[in-house]
């Protein structure tokens, strides 16, 4: 995680691509750079929803 212009920021690089991201999930506010993230699919680790990290959409939801 980083800040870039006082916003937290978490960057990944998925198949030598950068991508970057508000550090925040949607749900309660947890800290994105806390997931896990296999190929282009971060999971989140409180209640497992999972993201596409290359276009932002939200894949699995469970909460
Ligand atoms: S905080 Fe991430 S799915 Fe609930």
New binding site residues.
């Given amino acids: 995680m980083v800040k870039k212009k006082g916003i937290p920021i978490t960057v990944a690089n998925i198949d030598d691509k950068f991508y970057e991201f508000y550090n925040r999930?949607p749900?309660?506010n947890?800290a994105f750079h806390n997931g896990v993230l296999k190929g282009k699919v971060l999971t989140?680790p409180?209640?497992?929803?999972t993201f596409d990290m290359t276009t932002g959409k939200k894949l699995r939801?469970?909460?």
């Fill in positions: 999930y749900h309660m947890a989140c409180l209640h497992y929803a939801t469970n909460n």
